[in-house]
């Protein structure tokens, strides 16, 4: 066997190494490098003594994604490929966690984490995939860092509230929706209802969107104002933390943009031929996504996002069904506000909403078929490089549909038919009942020509 498997345990400023073969037997034992030039420099030398050696070998190395410490590693395994057979891999490090579990290791260190992620590649390679080139390195490291200027967006707004709702609790009766940019200038000008009350109609008429009328109205609220904070420090705190959330809004704004605008990728305008997909929602999609080829069917799409249906059946009865919630929260946000868009501005989706909430669909529940439906749009989308057309899903429909109305008999009891003399509960025997009603309608409807069961041969 020429394939050799290279484990690789990322740590802050260094790494640990190790060689197995595909019989799991150790090739090259442990050995530690930094993650500096010299260090580079030495794994690069250590590959030209191991292909020297190894005539036609190929060697598959696999890391974990370990917050962006390995990030430095694989770019220098994919520059080593230009001269040695080599495929570098990003492992999910729970994956490789359970796979150490199963193995029993009862010891952790960093020799055998390493172990663990070369068994890890040979065990399980249907879960692996080798790049080439990561395309969505800079993106995805962009999109964090905007999720993280949003979430410390949130953590400003929630402070906020709390101190206007003391300095002057009327203003937000103008926040229900969300907090307007005329409010945040505002209270930076006149942060408490005691600064408001004192202020005069034509310096609150400079503000953008506050017209006489809305000024009139703010600084009469501000004189019969309940606000129980009125000190300098609050109105320094109120003042610092809107013009902060201002600051942080435009920052968001401008990443937003500039991702946009040197993001190049085709499948970005491949998602955008979606009706209610932008620009901002096709990055974010693909970038949690990543390489559809990861999943073999949508199924497995649908599980990564975590819109599967989980229910339990045993016995006579089926509870517990709703969705299931699991995995990555981000990118099933996103789904969401697309479903949102899209019912009602998206005809095929409008369609499917709407069907739904005439059959007695609650308006959530309507929402997560039409998630459901989006994502496996773009998993057709995504897999056969085609742009949306809605004609196609239609046909699809109809397909299902004419397949779905013979039913197709149940090949669990393929070794006995149903007794009457079981002792089944009341619930198991009306299903009972139903189901051979249904198997009579389909008889006298298709002309099926199935054996009578013996149990209602009189």
């Known amino acids: 066997m020429n394939d050799y498997y290279l484990g690789i345990d990322v740590s802050k400023g260094y790494a640990d190494f190790i060689m197995l073969d595909s019989a799991k037997e150790i090739v090259e034992r442990n050995f530690q490098l930094d993650d ?26 696999g890391v974990e994604s370990t917050g962006g410490y390995e990030n430095n590693w694989i770019t220098c395994l994919h520059k080593f490929q230009s001269n040695f057979a080599i495929k570098a891999a990003r492992l999910n490090p729970k994956g ?32 692996v995939i080798y790049l080439e080139e990561d395309y969505f390195y ?14 410390q967006k949130v953590q400003l707004l929630n402070q906020w509230e709390s101190f206007v709702y003391n300095a002057n609790p009327e203003i937000l009766t103008y926040c229900r929706d969300g907090v307007p940019q005329w409010v945040l200038r505002l209270l930076t000008l006149f942060p408490t209802a005691a600064s408001m009350a004192k202020a005069t109609i034509s310096s609150l008429v400079e ?89 073999v069917s949508v199924k497995h799409l649908a599980s990564f ?20 919630k699991q995995g990555r929260t981000q990118p099933r946000a996103i789904l969401f506000m697309v479903a ?7 005809p095929l989706i409008r369609e499917i909403y709407l069907h739904h909430i005439k059959k007695g669909k609650c308006r ?3 929402l997560g078929v039409c998630m459901h439906k989006i994502l496996r749009i773009i998993y057709g989308m995504l897999k056969n490089n085609t742009p949306f057309d809605p004609e196609i899903d239609r046909k699809n429909r109809e397909t299902f549909k004419s397949k779905k109305n013979i039913e197709l008999k149940d090949t669990k009891r393929r070794f006995q038919q149903l007794d009457d003399n079981a002792p089944i509960s009341r619930r198991q025997d009306k299903k009972r009942k139903e189901r051979e009603q249904s198997q009579s309608d389909n008889i006298t409807k298709y002309e099926i020509s199935v054996p009578t069961p013996l149990h209602s041969i009189n």
């Open 36 to 61: 500096t030039f010299e260090g580079h420099n030495k794994l690069y030398i250590f590959f030209e003594s191991f292909f020297h050696t190894h005539h036609g070998a190929t060697v598959y190395a």
């Open 96 to 127: 490789v966690s359970h796979h150490g579990k199963a193995t029993m290791k009862r010891v952790t260190t960093d020799k055998i984490s390493a172990i663990t992620i070369a068994e890890y590649l040979i065990t399980h390679p249907e879960k």
């Open 138 to 151: 800079s993106l995805k490291r962009q999109w964090t860092f905007i999720r993280m200027l949003v979430k």
């Open 207 to 295: 503000i953008p969107y506050v017209k006489e009328g809305l000024a009139k109205k703010l600084i009469e609220s501000a004189k019969r104002s309940v606000a129980s904070a009125t000190d300098v420090i609050y109105e320094n705190t109120i003042q610092s933390l809107s013009a902060e959330i201002r600051h942080k809004e435009k920052l968001i704004k401008a990443q937003l943009k500039l991702m946009a605008q040197h993001c190049h990728l085709p499948e970005i305008d491949l998602l955008k031929t979606f009706k209610c997909i932008g620009d901002f929602s096709a990055i974010g999609l693909l970038i949690e996504i990543g390489p559809i080829e990861r999943f």
């Open 305 to 324: 996002f975590g819109l599967h249906p989980i229910y339990k059946m045993s016995g006579d009865g089926i509870w517990g069904m709703h969705m299931s």
């Open 340 to 346: 949102l868009s899209a019912s009602v501005h998206n």
């Open 364 to 366: 959530m529940d309507a």
